[in-house]
Protein backbone atom coordinates (compact mmCIF):
# COMPACT_ATOMS: atom_id res chain seq x y z
CA UNK A 1 0.00 0.00 0.00
CA UNK A 2 1.38 3.62 -0.12
CA UNK A 3 3.49 5.14 2.25
CA UNK A 4 2.62 8.19 4.23
CA UNK A 5 5.87 9.20 6.38
CA UNK A 6 5.82 12.41 8.75
CA UNK A 7 8.84 14.31 9.64
CA UNK A 8 9.94 15.48 11.98
CA UNK A 9 8.40 13.10 14.60
CA UNK A 10 8.21 15.56 17.24
CA UNK A 11 8.86 19.38 17.73
CA UNK A 12 8.83 21.95 20.44
CA UNK A 13 8.55 25.11 19.89
CA UNK A 14 8.64 28.61 21.70
CA UNK A 15 5.04 30.45 21.59
CA UNK A 16 5.26 33.16 18.82
CA UNK A 17 7.79 30.43 16.58
CA UNK A 18 7.04 29.44 13.00
CA UNK A 19 7.35 25.77 11.97
CA UNK A 20 7.13 23.60 8.66
CA UNK A 21 5.69 20.05 8.96
CA UNK A 22 6.30 17.74 6.02
CA UNK A 23 4.26 14.85 4.74
CA UNK A 24 6.06 13.05 1.99
CA UNK A 25 3.91 10.16 0.28
CA UNK A 26 4.66 7.13 -1.96
CA UNK A 27 2.40 7.14 -4.78
CA UNK A 28 0.08 10.07 -6.46
CA UNK A 29 -3.43 10.92 -4.78
CA UNK A 30 -6.28 11.52 -5.28
CA UNK A 31 -6.82 13.79 -2.06
CA UNK A 32 -4.89 14.67 0.58
CA UNK A 33 -5.84 16.21 4.11
CA UNK A 34 -4.35 17.29 7.03
CA UNK A 35 -5.78 16.98 10.40
CA UNK A 36 -5.33 18.15 14.18
CA UNK A 37 -5.40 15.56 16.83
CA UNK A 38 -6.04 17.56 20.36
CA UNK A 39 -4.20 16.61 23.99
CA UNK A 40 -7.94 15.10 24.36
CA UNK A 41 -7.59 12.72 21.67
CA UNK A 42 -10.65 14.94 19.35
CA UNK A 43 -9.60 14.98 15.02
CA UNK A 44 -10.61 17.96 13.44
CA UNK A 45 -9.63 18.26 9.47
CA UNK A 46 -7.54 21.24 8.78
CA UNK A 47 -7.41 21.25 5.06
CA UNK A 48 -8.13 19.27 1.69
CA UNK A 49 -5.38 20.02 -0.52
CA UNK A 50 -4.76 18.04 -3.02
CA UNK A 51 -2.45 20.23 -4.90
CA UNK A 52 -1.90 23.62 -4.30
CA UNK A 53 -1.55 26.43 -1.34
CA UNK A 54 -4.00 26.90 0.60
CA UNK A 55 -4.59 29.32 4.57
CA UNK A 56 -6.85 29.28 6.94
CA UNK A 57 -5.47 32.34 9.63
CA UNK A 58 -2.32 30.88 11.10
CA UNK A 59 -1.96 28.09 9.62
CA UNK A 60 -1.39 27.38 5.86
CA UNK A 61 -0.95 24.09 3.22
CA UNK A 62 1.03 23.35 -0.22
CA UNK A 63 1.17 20.10 -1.85
CA UNK A 64 3.00 19.65 -4.51
CA UNK A 65 1.65 16.45 -6.27
CA UNK A 66 4.02 15.70 -8.91
CA UNK A 67 7.13 15.77 -6.20
CA UNK A 68 4.85 14.12 -4.06
CA UNK A 69 4.79 16.34 -0.78
CA UNK A 70 3.08 18.54 1.15
CA UNK A 71 3.80 20.79 3.62
CA UNK A 72 2.28 22.60 7.04
CA UNK A 73 3.11 26.36 7.84
CA UNK A 74 2.12 27.15 11.60
CA UNK A 75 2.95 30.78 12.04
CA UNK A 76 3.18 32.50 15.33
CA UNK A 77 2.55 29.35 16.92
CA UNK A 78 0.06 29.50 20.31
CA UNK A 79 -0.02 26.73 22.91
CA UNK A 80 -3.66 25.70 21.86
CA UNK A 81 -1.76 24.52 18.45
CA UNK A 82 -0.14 22.01 20.70
CA UNK A 83 -0.85 18.04 19.67
CA UNK A 84 -0.63 15.97 17.02
CA UNK A 85 -0.72 16.93 13.06
CA UNK A 86 -1.65 14.05 10.94
CA UNK A 87 -1.62 14.04 7.03
CA UNK A 88 -3.97 11.26 5.38
CA UNK A 89 -4.01 10.29 1.58
CA UNK A 90 -6.56 8.85 -0.23
CA UNK A 91 -4.73 7.28 -3.12
CA UNK A 92 -8.21 5.69 -4.59
CA UNK A 93 -10.44 8.30 -4.85
CA UNK A 94 -12.59 6.46 -2.41
CA UNK A 95 -12.29 8.26 0.30
CA UNK A 96 -10.75 5.79 2.34
CA UNK A 97 -8.17 7.70 3.93
CA UNK A 98 -4.27 6.17 4.82
CA UNK A 99 -2.49 8.44 8.04
CA UNK A 100 1.01 9.01 8.46
CA UNK A 101 2.25 8.23 11.95
CA UNK A 102 1.91 12.09 12.80
CA UNK A 103 3.94 15.23 13.80
CA UNK A 104 3.71 15.63 17.61
CA UNK A 105 4.27 19.26 18.47
CA UNK A 106 4.15 21.04 21.34
CA UNK A 107 4.31 24.82 22.30
CA UNK A 108 5.17 26.53 25.57
CA UNK A 109 4.06 29.66 27.04
CA UNK B 1 -25.73 19.75 14.65
CA UNK B 2 -24.36 17.11 17.20
CA UNK B 3 -21.03 15.42 16.08
CA UNK B 4 -20.21 11.65 16.44
CA UNK B 5 -21.20 10.28 19.37
CA UNK B 6 -19.04 7.42 21.14
CA UNK B 7 -19.39 5.23 23.76
CA UNK B 8 -17.99 4.13 26.50
CA UNK B 9 -15.11 6.40 26.80
CA UNK B 10 -13.11 3.97 28.48
CA UNK B 11 -12.68 0.37 28.95
CA UNK B 12 -10.54 -1.92 30.82
CA UNK B 13 -10.81 -5.46 29.99
CA UNK B 14 -8.33 -8.90 30.65
CA UNK B 15 -7.19 -10.41 27.34
CA UNK B 16 -9.52 -13.23 26.23
CA UNK B 17 -12.51 -11.32 27.18
CA UNK B 18 -15.01 -9.53 25.15
CA UNK B 19 -15.59 -6.00 24.74
CA UNK B 20 -18.73 -4.03 22.32
CA UNK B 21 -18.17 0.03 21.34
CA UNK B 22 -21.24 1.98 19.90
CA UNK B 23 -20.99 5.19 17.66
CA UNK B 24 -24.09 7.09 16.18
CA UNK B 25 -22.72 9.21 13.47
CA UNK B 26 -24.11 12.71 12.82
CA UNK B 27 -27.73 12.83 11.40
CA UNK B 28 -27.57 11.99 8.23
CA UNK B 29 -24.36 10.31 7.46
CA UNK B 30 -24.80 7.88 4.78
CA UNK B 31 -20.99 6.41 5.44
CA UNK B 32 -19.71 5.33 8.49
CA UNK B 33 -16.00 4.14 9.22
CA UNK B 34 -14.05 2.33 12.31
CA UNK B 35 -10.54 2.88 12.71
CA UNK B 36 -7.68 1.60 15.26
CA UNK B 37 -5.33 3.69 16.71
CA UNK B 38 -2.57 2.68 18.45
CA UNK B 39 0.03 4.95 20.64
CA UNK B 40 2.50 6.72 18.75
CA UNK B 41 0.61 5.74 15.36
CA UNK B 42 -2.02 7.38 13.20
CA UNK B 43 -5.11 6.26 12.76
CA UNK B 44 -6.05 2.74 10.87
CA UNK B 45 -8.67 2.11 8.81
CA UNK B 46 -10.48 -1.21 10.19
CA UNK B 47 -14.06 -1.06 8.26
CA UNK B 48 -16.18 1.34 6.34
CA UNK B 49 -19.75 1.04 6.15
CA UNK B 50 -22.36 2.77 3.56
CA UNK B 51 -25.71 2.90 5.22
CA UNK B 52 -26.15 -0.86 6.30
CA UNK B 53 -23.57 -2.71 3.69
CA UNK B 54 -20.00 -3.17 4.09
CA UNK B 55 -17.71 -0.99 1.67
CA UNK B 56 -14.54 -2.52 3.00
CA UNK B 57 -13.58 -4.43 5.39
CA UNK B 58 -9.82 -5.41 4.22
CA UNK B 59 -8.02 -4.21 7.38
CA UNK B 60 -10.64 -6.17 9.76
CA UNK B 61 -8.63 -9.34 11.84
CA UNK B 62 -12.23 -11.25 11.21
CA UNK B 63 -11.16 -13.82 13.46
CA UNK B 64 -11.99 -11.46 16.60
CA UNK B 65 -13.52 -8.75 14.90
CA UNK B 66 -17.24 -8.02 13.76
CA UNK B 67 -19.14 -5.12 13.31
CA UNK B 68 -22.46 -4.11 11.85
CA UNK B 69 -24.75 -1.39 10.73
CA UNK B 70 -27.98 -3.04 11.27
CA UNK B 71 -30.61 -0.10 10.09
CA UNK B 72 -27.58 2.20 8.46
CA UNK B 73 -27.43 4.24 11.16
CA UNK B 74 -25.77 3.10 14.46
CA UNK B 75 -23.15 0.84 14.16
CA UNK B 76 -21.24 -1.45 17.24
CA UNK B 77 -17.92 -3.15 16.49
CA UNK B 78 -17.08 -5.86 18.65
CA UNK B 79 -13.80 -7.67 19.71
CA UNK B 80 -13.82 -11.23 21.07
CA UNK B 81 -11.35 -12.55 22.60
CA UNK B 82 -9.43 -9.35 23.14
CA UNK B 83 -5.50 -9.91 22.87
CA UNK B 84 -2.85 -7.82 24.60
CA UNK B 85 -2.65 -6.17 21.00
CA UNK B 86 -5.94 -4.73 20.57
CA UNK B 87 -5.20 -1.94 23.27
CA UNK B 88 -5.46 1.12 21.58
CA UNK B 89 -8.39 4.16 20.60
CA UNK B 90 -11.49 3.05 18.52
CA UNK B 91 -12.31 6.25 16.90
CA UNK B 92 -15.86 6.09 14.39
CA UNK B 93 -16.06 8.99 11.56
CA UNK B 94 -19.25 9.69 9.68
CA UNK B 95 -19.61 11.80 6.21
CA UNK B 96 -22.31 12.52 4.12
CA UNK B 97 -22.22 10.95 0.64
CA UNK B 98 -22.03 13.25 -2.42
CA UNK B 99 -20.56 13.63 -5.80
CA UNK B 100 -17.70 16.07 -4.11
CA UNK B 101 -15.53 15.70 -1.77
CA UNK B 102 -16.46 15.86 1.70
CA UNK B 103 -14.16 15.29 4.99
CA UNK B 104 -14.70 12.72 8.05
CA UNK B 105 -15.89 13.90 10.77
CA UNK B 106 -14.99 12.34 13.85
CA UNK B 107 -15.95 10.77 17.27
CA UNK B 108 -13.57 11.37 20.58
CA UNK B 109 -13.04 7.86 20.51
CA UNK B 110 -13.20 4.84 22.93
CA UNK B 111 -9.77 4.24 24.83
CA UNK B 112 -9.22 0.64 25.03
CA UNK B 113 -6.65 -1.00 27.50
CA UNK B 114 -6.70 -5.22 28.13
CA UNK B 115 -4.78 -6.50 30.60
Known amino acids: GIQVEQSPPDLILQEGANSTLRCNFS?????LQWFHQNPWGQLINLFY???GTKQNGRLSATTVATERYSLLYISSSQTTDSGVYFC???????????FGKGNQVVVIP | EAGVAQSPRYKIIEKRQSVAFWCNPI?????LYWYQQILGQGPKLLIQ????????DSQLPKDRFSAERLKGVDSTLKIQPAKLEDSAVYLC?????????????FGPGTRLLVL
Open chain 2, 93 to 105: ASRPTGTGWETQY
Open chain 1, 27 to 31: DSVNN
Open chain 1, 49 to 51: IPS
Open chain 1, 88 to 98: AVDPYGNNRLA
Open chain 2, 27 to 31: SGHAT
Open chain 2, 49 to 56: FQNNGVVD
